[in-house]
């Protein structure tokens, strides 16, 4: 999405930049929806769940927030708590993302548009929450901590964002304050 993005900002204005910027636009739409059905179906499919575990899963997935699933994701590994990171981390790139695409290069009237939800600051504290598990000794191994900084990465980003912080809220403010205290073995929630 962000290469295609490149692309369209170093066409000359004109045909080519206009279907490059549908295209890209196109993209990100598809994106959001493979982003919803990993959320509700694939992320639940792990070949090691069984059918009653994979459901009961599915229940929690769609019922709870994602600052309150890392709880109940680590229950099934480090790993599979971090696909979930990593999925938080790619729904900020594309939230975060398509507003600025849409007042580049405004869509048709016949396109999709994709709304940004008002998780975002949900996505950023379900990031920071896990990340205290990794940091606990002997459960995350340095793989794991070395990792974990790639969608930490992107939810830093999101938190520099000083109009965003200035919203109120309290999920960004909480979000920023774990991950201003990462490896100050300043780790409440979990003891």
């Given at each position: 999405m962000l290469e295609a993005w490149d692309a369209v900002r170093a066409a000359l204005p004109g045909s080519v930049m206009e279907k490059r910027a549908s295209s890209l636009r196109r993209r990100c739409h598809d994106i959001s929806k493979s982003f919803d059905r990993w959320h509700h179906d694939l992320s639940t499919s792990c070949a090691s769940f069984t059918?009653?575990?994979?459901?009961?899963?599915?229940?929690?997935?769609?019922?709870?927030?994602?600052?309150?699933?890392?709880?109940?994701?680590?229950?099934?590994?480090?790993?599979?708590?971090?696909?979930?990171?990593?999925?938080?981390?790619?729904?900020?790139?594309?939230?975060?993302?398509?507003?600025?695409?849409?007042?580049?290069?405004?869509?048709?009237?016949?396109?999709?548009?994709?709304?940004?939800?008002?998780?975002?600051?949900?996505?950023?504290?379900?990031?920071?929450?896990?990340?205290?598990?990794?940091?606990?000794?002997?459960?995350?191994?340095?793989?794991?901590?070395?990792?974990?900084?790639?969608?930490v990465s992107f939810a830093q980003k999101v938190l520099s964002d000083p109009d965003l912080m200035q919203n109120g809220d309290p999920k960004l403010h909480e979000a920023r304050a774990i991950l201003e205290n990462v490896g100050m073995g300043a780790t409440a929630r979990i003891g």
């Open positions: 059918q009653e575990v994979a459901n009961m899963l599915r229940a929690q997935v769609s019922c709870l927030d994602p600052e309150e699933l890392p709880d109940t994701l680590i229950q099934y590994g480090p790993w599979y708590l971090f696909a979930w990171m990593m999925h938080w981390a790619m729904r900020l790139v594309l939230h975060r993302t398509m507003p600025q695409i849409y007042l580049q290069y405004p869509p048709g009237s016949e396109e999709s548009i994709i709304t940004a939800p008002d998780t975002v600051g949900s996505y950023c504290l379900g990031i920071a929450r896990s990340v205290e598990y990794f940091l606990r000794p002997g459960h995350g191994g340095l793989m794991l901590e070395l990792a974990m900084r790639i969608p």
